[in-house]
């Protein structure tokens, strides 16, 4: 059972699972509290929707630049290594 742990049939998949796994939790958080934020002041400022929408969106898009990193890591984990 031991010996399994090296073999790289077994660990490179865990490898690109842990990758994207551990990547996505970071941009989920950030666009999760993006998202509560913006609410938050649109409930105090509802005539600023324009500029606080725009804002969100372009947040939650660099935060989502993160977890696709991530995904692309752990594609080439997958099918290079």
Known sequence: MVSNVTDPAVVIPMA????????????????????KGAMEAL?????????????????????EAVAIYALVIAIIIAFVL
């Not at 690109?16 to 998202?35: D, E, H, N, R, S």
């Not at 500029?51 to 939650?60: D, E, V």
């Open 16 to 35: 690109a699972a842990l990758a994207m796994g551990l990547g996505a939790i970071g941009p989920g958080i950030g666009i999760g509290l993006a998202v």
């Open 43 to 63: 409930g105090r400022n509802p005539e600023a929707e324009g500029a606080i929408r725009t804002t969100m969106i372009i947040g939650a898009a660099l935060a």
